[in-house]
């Protein structure tokens, strides 16, 4: 499919708003016009919830999450930055995995499943892009992926 991002996300893009506001969290978007991809619309989706979904959630009151879509040398960048609760070093490398959750004490009261990262991934990999985390413990998270436009000719 050929898929438009900012009309992709206009949905996701408010509900994450509405779920910014009850935490008191800044949440901003930026999103470059008029990027097009091949992609799978539903899978591509779920990229995005998943990530600002967890940003959201492992972000303390007053926090900010933010979301940049970029397009670079026909390359789409996506960031999602947050101010939460961070990633300890040694395990920056595990989150991706099925089911691994950090410190299920600090994280049994969101009740998720730690299959999040671990989808997003996978769809991620299945359109020949990438991802990658920076992450500081009690500073935030930085999530970036990088997937090629693949343009349909
Ligand atoms: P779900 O399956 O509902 O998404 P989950 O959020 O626990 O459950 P993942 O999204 O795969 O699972 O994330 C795995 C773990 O990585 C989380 O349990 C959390 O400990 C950590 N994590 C993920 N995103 C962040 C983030 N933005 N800030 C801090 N920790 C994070
Ligand atoms: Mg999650």
Redesign the pocket.
């Known amino acids: 499919e050929n898929i438009e991002i900012t009309k992709l996300l206009s949905g996701i893009i408010a509900i994450t708003e509405q779920q910014a506001e009850k935490k008191d969290i800044e949440f901003t978007a930026t999103i470059d016009d008029s990027i097009y991809m091949r992609a799978d619309h539903d899978r591509l989706k779920q990229v995005f919830i998943?990530l600002l979904?967890?940003?959201i959630?492992?972000t303390p009151v007053s926090g900010k999450v933010e979301l940049v879509v970029k397009e670079n040398q026909e390359v789409v960048e996506i960031t999602v930055s947050?101010t939460?609760?961070?990633?300890p070093e040694e395990v920056q490398n595990r989150?991706f995995e099925r089911f691994?959750?950090?410190?299920r004490a600090r994280?049994r009261n969101?009740g998720?499943?730690?299959?999040?990262?671990?989808i997003v991934k996978h769809i991620v990999e299945a359109h020949k892009g990438t991802i990658h985390v920076e992450s500081r413990l009690d500073q935030g998270?930085t999530f970036r992926i990088e997937i090629p436009v693949s343009r349909q000719v």
Do not use: E, F, H
């Open positions: 998943n979904n967890n940003a959630n492992y947050d939460g609760i961070g990633i989150i691994y959750r950090v410190d994280s969101t998720g499943t730690g299959l999040g990262l671990a998270s």
